[in-house]
């Protein structure tokens, strides 16, 4: 799975918990811009974990600023 | 003491206070940057302490202010210069004004000559008495279980029953409102936890068909039957059914439910009637009924399994017998004396009713506290501490209890208050939301 592929898992999961629409959210998308607050983007990093069959540590996520932090966190735990 | 200069801006005086009582903030990043030595164990708690003595000092952290009096509407708290001030008190969850009531009192002096005033040991060892034992069993038959479990606190019976109920291959899912103490049993559990936005079931039903999907361990839902911070209840009648379908278990903790919700005031489950749906229903006796200590009803097996796998009962020491008694008059306060909660109730749509005339927007009230939402994050220390100096004990919520822009005053009732002190109350804050352009 590359960068652009966990994106696009990102978005689908962040439409389906927040009930929005991110498709126009970029690796350069600011995490603040998006409007998620800390405990539902604790909810989207859970299913993303379940739908990618991963364990993210809690502290991976540390200050992630960017969508492309939290992408880079995601891909550093996909095996292989 | 380090450096470090305290804000002179009050906002940002009581932000930081509030942000200092974040251990991982406090030791992870204001300590390094305030050259607070590391290597010397206690140089951090030397730091926070002289911060908090100069926070209080300013007259604008009014949390934890030692109360002088009985526990009541009204009470004298003391300040920093010794000076005692009348309070109408809106911070206590003593909804219903047990902690003060003399049946209760009497039903203690009653005991503690027979039975001293500590357990002595934990209950599996010998801090277990027939006092105990007659409040488990009034809580399992009251509450319509098989068996009932007493802990030496409410976190205690929650988190402790979590954590001891699951494990490494099990799934505990909670809703995103969750008390600190079923954060803290799920995580402690070592389980999988998982949260959902708060009392949705959509998100609860995603949750359950992903942990269902992976087909590892068991699956527990905990959710609280009221919810103090939100104003709302758990919708029980719609994730008993889920929870179900998706073989799971469901707890439910009571805490701030007991004395305001069911006929009886059991809570939320029985407001329900899904007595005979929930697995586990568990709470604390530290609110409406007026004392401290917890407990768990259900499942006989489950209870005996509890009894010798939950921590916080094997190494700590039961709570006091004399308590369990005060507790167990409470209860038959409680059920027998509906207009208790009828005036709490009075009370709660008095005083909620009276904000909105006042203009302000308030949501149906389905909890004892009356939430007052402000939304200036800006304005909450200063009209806090007007609060204050108008006798009225109210505890701003703000960042991070709740997210930017969505401060408010949790305003906890009670039966005792009056008519009187609820209207002075509305005075005040008709003065204040003006002050503060709110209205």
């Known amino acids: 799975m590359n960068a652009e592929e966990v994106l696009e898992v990102f978005r689908k999961t962040l439409a389906e918990v927040e009930e929005r629409d991110f498709s126009q959210i970029t690796g350069a998308s600011s995490l603040a811009d998006l409007e998620v607050d800390s405990v539902a983007m604790m909810e989207v990093i859970g299913c993303i974990e379940d739908d990618l069959d991963i364990v993210i540590p809690d502290d991976a996520f540390t200050g992630a600023e960017r969508v492309s932090d939290v992408v880079a966190a995601i891909l550093a735990h996909l095996p292989g | ?439």
């Open chain 2, 1 to 439: 003491m380090s450096d470090f200069e305290l804000p002179t801006n009050r906002a940002e005086l009581f932000s930081l206070g509030l942000k200092l009582l974040d251990k991982d903030y406090f030791i992870g990043q204001f300590c390094p940057e305030n050259g607070v030595d590391p290597t010397d164990l206690f140089a951090k708690a030397e730091v926070f302490g002289g911060l908090m003595s100069e926070l209080r000092a300013s007259g604008r952290f009014l949390f934890g202010m030692p109360v002088v009096s009985k526990p009541g509407p009204k009470v004298l708290i003391e300040e920093p210069d010794g000076n005692q001030r009348e309070m109408i008190m809106f911070a206590s969850n003593d909804y219903l004004g047990l902690s003060a009531h003399p049946e209760v009192h009497a039903a203690i002096r009653e005991v503690v000559e027979n039975y001293g005033v500590g357990a002595g040991s934990s209950r599996v060892n010998v801090g277990y008495s027939g006092i105990h034992r007659s409040l488990e069993a009034k809580l399992a038959k009251h509450w319509g279980q098989e068996a009932g479990l007493l802990y030496p606190t409410g976190y205690d019976a929650i988190s402790s029953t979590i954590a001891a109920l699951c494990g490494p291959n099990d799934r505990v899912i909670i809703d995103a409102s969750s008390h600190s103490c079923i954060i803290d049993g799920a995580r402690r559990s070592g389980a999988t936890v998982r949260m959902f936005r708060h009392n949705d079931a959509k998100r609860l039903e995603a949750q359950l068909k992903r942990a269902s999907d992976k087909g590892e361990g068991a699956i527990l839902v905990v959710v609280e039957g009221a919810y103090s911070m939100d104003g709302d209840i758990a919708p029980l009648d719609t994730f008993v059914p889920l929870v179900k379908k998706y073989g799971a278990r469901l707890m439910v903790d009571e805490a701030h439910a007991i004395g305001v919700l069911g006929a009886r005031g059991h809570g939320a489950v029985e407001h329900f009637g899904l007595e005979d749906e929930v697995d586990l229903i568990g709470g604390t006796f530290s609110k409406s009924l007026g004392a401290t200590g917890g407990f768990v009803v259900g499942d006989a097996a489950v209870l005996s399994y509890l009894n010798y796998l939950s921590t916080r009962i094997v190494f700590s020491a039961a709570f006091p017998p004399i308590l369990a008694h005060g507790v167990s008059k409470a209860i038959d306060l409680m059920e027998a004396d509906g207009g208790l909660r009828e005036r709490l109730w009075e009370n709660i749509r008095y005083f909620s009713d009276g904000f909105r005339k006042l203009g302000l927007e308030l949501p149906e009230v389905e909890v004892g506290a009356v939430p007052v939402r402000i939304h200036k994050d800006g304005v909450m220390v200063d009209f806090a501490a007007d609060l204050y100096e108008a006798g009225i004990y109210a505890i701003p919520i703000v960042y991070p209890s709740v997210p930017h822009g969505r401060s408010m005053f949790r305003l906890a009732m009670q039966s005792g208050h009056t008519t009187e002190q609820l209207d002075y109350a509305l005075s005040v804050f008709e003065r204040l939301l003006k002050k503060y352009e709110i209205l």
